[in-house]
């Protein structure tokens, strides 16, 4: 229920400022997790939503997730996907004492992913948005349990 209302409360705050840099960075951190798949959401042609448990899927989790944040505007994110990588191309960027907020949309704006991971937890939820601009976008959204090292 938790994971749902992460997910609600990304989609308002990420799709409603699309267009906007929101940068909120409160400490500086240096952290590493390592992440299971609990269960990913698809949403395609295929798919309406449907969930798929981690272990009906070939897929496993991340074995290394790296966030570093530096005060005011540095952050950077490795392991999770080469996108999200790129931290120059970090549209939004929020880091505080609970959780770590961030997401990024490619230059044609037809391609998006986010995340939020609530640190204390380590509950983790990414999502890929595909097709932005077509009616027929596709969603991943993929919810991890991560344990920090």
């Known amino acids: ?10 989609s308002l705050l990420f799709f409603n ?6 940068i909120d960075i409160q400490e500086d951190i240096n952290l590493s997790f ?7 959401i698809l949403k395609n042609s295929e798919y309406n939503y449907q969930t798929f448990l981690a272990k009906d899927l070939n897929i496993k989790g991340l074995d290394k997730l790296k966030i570093e ?5 540095t952050l950077s994110i490795n392991g999770l996907s080469l996108f999200l990588s790129k931290s120059e191309k970090l549209n939004v960027k929020v880091v505080s ?15 998006s992913e986010s995340a ?7 509950e983790l939820m990414h999502e890929i948005t595909r097709n932005i601009k077509s009616e027929n976008s596709e969603k991943d959204i993929s919810f991890y349990t991560c344990i920090k090292q």
């Open 1 to 10: 229920m938790i994971k749902y209302l992460f997910y609600i409360f990304l």
């Open 17 to 22: 400022s699309t267009l906007a840099k929101d």
């Open 34 to 40: 390592v992440c299971d798949l609990e269960k990913k």
């Open 69 to 73: 944040s530096l005060k005011p505007d």
């Open 97 to 111: 004492k609970d959780i770590v907020l961030f997401k990024s949309i490619d230059e044609a704006r037809n391609y």
């Open 116 to 122: 939020i991971i609530d640190r204390k937890s380590g």
